[in-house]
């Protein structure tokens, strides 16, 4: 089955440190992958996605880059802020029409201190 | 437009009780999914509505239920509650097919004492 494997955390980092979190998955076929920041009470924001090999998303600073040969779609940003104090999950969808389920890895707790 | 709603925000409830939780989509959107968020397990799936129908169901025993409205409102019902299911349930809506992005609610943060 599909899964996906993330950095343990938790993270904290100085403000303007540069960030990266691993995450590494399992599907079968060519699976859209994706990042989710859940802040402090709330539900979870797509942060950024990829759909097909090699695709880069990015977003408020963020990148991530589809790697298919090493199964990887590890999240980075150059210089992080407070504001981005929050939990970040990397999440995948089997193309199975018929299917919305999202596969999640188990979340980073980033922190960033000023 | 308005996003994802539930209702409501916090429930406690007793073990051997049964509990709603809604979930009304984005305006349009026709998937409704539903997630169960724990510190252990994380975010594990629970079920996948379509146009009143269940397309996609996650590994939780039949204490777990859900149905879908003609106006793709969304509820689950937890019967005979545990402590174990004491837990953040979030809902995510999709305009369905083909797969789009999902857009989720904030939660109903179930306590179970």
């Known amino acids: 089955g599909n899964s996906v494997t993330q950095m343990e955390g938790p993270v904290t980092l100085s403000e303007e440190a540069f960030l990266t979190i691993n995450c590494t998955y399992t599907?079968?076929?060519?699976?859209?992958l994706f990042w989710y920041v859940q802040y402090p009470g709330e539900g979870l924001q797509l942060l950024l996605k990829?759909?097909?090999?090699?695709d880069k998303g990015s977003n408020k600073g963020f990148e991530a880059t589809y790697r298919k040969e090493t199964t990887s779609f590890h999240l980075e940003k150059g210089s992080v802020q407070v504001s981005d104090s929050a939990v970040y999950f990397c999440?995948?969808?089997?193309?199975?029409?018929?299917?919305?389920?999202?596969?999640f890895g188990t979340g980073t707790r980033l922190t960033i201190i000023p | 437009k308005a996003g994802v709603t539930q209702t409501p925000r916090y429930l406690i409830k007793t073990r051997g009780q049964q509990v709603t939780l809604s979930c009304s989509p984005i305006?349009?959107?026709?998937?409704v999914s539903w997630y169960q968020q724990t510190p252990g397990q994380g975010l594990q799936f629970l079920f996948e509505?379509?146009?009143?129908?269940?397309?996609n169901k996650g590994n939780f025993p039949g204490r777990f239920s859900g149905r879908q409205f003609s106006n793709s409102r969304s509820e689950m019902n937890v019967s005979t509650l545990e402590l174990g299911d004491s837990a953040l349930y979030l809902c995510?809506?999709?305009?369905?097919?083909?797969?789009?992005?999902?857009?989720f609610g904030p939660g109903t943060r179930l306590t179970v004492l």
């Open positions: 990829a759909t097909k090999a090699d």
């Open positions: 995510a809506s999709s305009l369905g097919e083909p797969y789009n992005e999902q857009f």
């Open positions: 509505y379509f146009s009143e129908t269940q397309r």
């Open positions: 305006s349009g959107h026709r998937s």
């Open positions: 599907a079968t076929g060519y699976p859209s």
């Open positions: 999440a995948l969808h089997s193309p199975n029409f018929g299917n919305e389920k999202l596969t």
